[in-house]
């Protein structure tokens, strides 16, 4: 008896490892995840203008945090980064209470993004190991200043060949993360050869340090249709392979496909197929003029069980 019980219960067992060795033919579920860029325009916008929905993960994302000096002809400081956003209504203050408020809201910075002052933001490091030891000194007080969950990255310009972009954000993301200063991180790359070739030596050697891809759909042509969309995230999702690449769109339509020229439809169909893993916004500045209503309509498309 005891010999036959415990050959019956082997082959459960085994039955039961075979059945979970197998690939499942459902789609994975798709993210509720939103996050939006909001400060880089001073346009006087404020976190409690934005309207959140309470059942998505809402990441704002203030932009941007740069790597250069605050004066009227800023210049490359190696690391030692300085708030440039628009820190008089989007302060420590404002970010505690948009968190306390709404319990699914996380607060992230940019680094970066196109321009400082009246040229452009280069990413300009004199070492590898300076450029991570001041990164990570001056980020953690910022952080630690706003209550910050994360950081995202949109150097545009470089100064640097790929290898060094990918060791210094490679090594303060880790040394972030490792600390317990930031939960999550992200990228922002574009379709240009030159920040490709930055951000895919980055994924190739640090991608599983990375939570998400904010790729800049954006900055396709205007008038980009809904199969070229779908062509294109199809793309980058095999270029940035395993990472969880955001769907996203610029709330003045001046680039990709728009809001009102199929972009929700394009995720429609990407949620029925299990590939939306989320949407992003550039930015809460442009969408203020417009009643934010793609915020809403993003939330919802989100939220929606199908």
């Not at 019980?5 to 039955?15: A, H």
């Not at 970010?95 to 809201?105: E, L, P, W």
């Not at 396709?220 to 249709?225: N, P, V």
Request: proline share 4%; charged share 15%.
């Amino acid at each position: 008896m005891t010999f036959f019980f415990s050959k019956r219960f082997s082959s459960l067992f085994l039955c039961q490892l075979l059945l979970l060795s197998l690939p499942s033919t459902q789609a994975a579920p798709a993210s509720n995840l939103f996050r939006e860029y909001i400060g880089a325009e001073f346009n006087n916008v404020k976190f409690s203008d934005v309207p959140i929905n309470p059942i998505v993960d809402f990441h704002f994302i203030l932009s941007f945090a740069i790597d250069y000096t605050t004066s009227s002809s800023p210049s490359p400081t190696n690391g030692e980064f300085n708030v440039f956003w628009d820190a008089d209504n989007l302060s420590p203050s404002q970010v505690s209470s948009i968190k306390t408020a709404h319990g699914n809201v996380k607060v992230a910075l940019s680094l970066g993004g196109d321009s400082v002052g009246n040229g452009y933001a280069y990413f300009n490091p004199s070492s590898v190991d300076s450029w991570v030891s001041n990164a990570i000194s001056s980020l953690t007080k910022i952080i630690q200043q706003y209550n910050l969950d994360g950081i995202d990255i949109d150097y545009e310009h470089f100064s640097a060949d790929p290898s060094t972009f990918a060791e210094c954000i490679g090594k303060l993301i880790s040394g972030l993360k490792g600390n317990g200063v930031i939960s999550f991180a992200s990228i922002a790359p574009f379709d240009d050869d030159q920040v490709q070739s930055h951000y895919l030596a980055l994924w190739r050697k640090y991608g599983h340090l990375i939570d998400y891809v904010n790729f800049q759909f954006y900055a396709y042509d205007k008038g980009t249709t809904v199969s070229q969309f779908l062509n294109y995230f199809d793309t980058q999702s095999s270029n940035y392979n395993g990472g969880k690449v955001l769907a996203g769109f610029i709330s003045d339509g001046s680039g990709g496909l728009s809001p009102g020229g199929g972009f929700f439809t394009a995720c429609s169909r990407l949620k029925s197929q299990g590939k939306l893993n989320g949407i992003f916004i550039w930015s809460a500045d442009d969408s203020k003029s417009n009643g934010f209503r793609y915020e809403r309509q993003s939330q919802a498309l989100l939220a929606s069980p199908h």
